[in-house]
């Protein structure tokens, strides 16, 4: 990684150097593995931010002899320029610095755990795992950026391929412009049994059917009982096969068939009754971690337990959505959940889950047996009903079950 960090410095030395700090944005001095080197950088930043093109003789008579630890610094920063004429994509480069810095650190906190005294493992995995899921984040640092600087990241952002992952239903993703996109929060709130749990295995089962590995938390109904439904439809039979016929070599034959086809991961289950808030902090960040995943689907939000004593229940739902909110967007993935209302036909936490949501839909079943999605609110994007009363986006199929987009 040393030649890497010789050739983005030397790039920066070989001219326009303003232009191209302008796309590491994200690369700091603390990335950099060569303590020279990190100086280096720093005083090409500080000359570009008074104007100055940072070559290499700009360079030397700022720079102390001292820092380039007994080599001649004339010569090895004419040796960086010439290393600098090879660069093309200087960004990939910033990228590999930045990516070995990560695995050094990653590094340096399991070394450091492993050689401490654990007298409370629940507590250590949480902060070991707290480590490792914002060290990406942390890295970043903070910095001042003008807004020419801005127009640049935002036209980068541009040229990079949108992370939006569609859900599978036509209507939903419309009203979404596009799908679930990464680092947002969406959730759909409704009363006990109108099938938001069946919403929630609907897109689950799009989304693994397309390969996009998500994590699903059943902290409602058993990831056994979802699962069962998303067999269930790719046979296009009902749930209670499961139970009645299942001992039949026929039936028994068809699970073993479509199981056949699960070769790649897109979906891994969490199972747990009434997740605790430690708990989900560990479990999304390892499924970050160990499998990549694109998204986090949560059924419910206020199945979530852990509220301190003496804290307003309200509050700690807001509390556990803003954490959820702030970890996507550290991690680069969405989240997509469901909240219960209560008798009065309010959702707990309202509050909270509505500032740190991005978009927020009332489930609602029509007379005639079709659902649709009322849109409360949605921060980015237009506030765009699914669907209506009068004509419904969904309907039921019970063989899963799962829901279906009405013609």
Known sequence: MI??????????????????????????????????????????????SEGIEPSCVYLKQSMPESLFEGENGSRYLADLAGLGGMVLLIRDLANAIIESNIRRETKYILEKYHSSDITNSTETISKLMEELSSLKEGKKGWQLKTFQQMDAAV?????????????????????MEGGLQAT????????????????LGTVSYNLHQARVPHLFIAAEMGAMQIHQRQLARRM??????????????????????????????????????????????????QAVTKYGIKGIIL???????????????????????????????????WLLSVAQLNRDGDILGSGGIKRACDQLYHMKKTVGGGYWLFCDKSRYTFQTDVGSEA???FRLNTNGAYFEEVA
Not at 155 to 175: C, N, P, R
Request: charged share 25%; aromatic share 8%; with cysteine.
């Open 3 to 48: 030649e890497a960090e010789q050739k983005l410095l030397g790039s920066l030395m070989c001219g326009d150097a303003a232009t191209k700090l302008t796309k590491l944005q994200d690369l700091q001095e603390s990335h950099f593995e060569h303590p020279t080197h990190a100086k280096v950088y720093e005083a090409i930043k500080k000359a570009v």
């Open 155 to 175: 036209f980068s952002e541009m040229e990079k391929d949108a992370k939006v992952y569609s859900t599978g239903i036509k209507a939903l993703d419309t009203a």
């Open 184 to 199: 947002r929060s969406y959730y759909v709130a409704g009363e006990s049994g109108v099938g938001k749990t069946v919403l």
């Open 236 to 285: 296009n039979q009902h749930t209670h096969h499961f139970v009645s016929s299942r001992t039949n070599n026929n039936f028994m034959g068809k699970v073993k068939q479509v199981m056949d086809g699960d070769e790649a991961i897109g979906g891994v289950y969490h199972d747990e009754n009434s997740i605790s808030f430690e708990k989900l902090k560990q479990v999304v960040s």
């Open 299 to 333: 059924d419910y939000i206020q199945l979530v337990t852990g509220k301190p004593r003496g804290e307003n229940m309200a509050d700690f739902i807001g509390e556990v959505a803003q954490w959820l909110a702030s970890f996507c967007g550290k991690n680069d993935v």
């Open 391 to 393: 004509y419904p986006a």
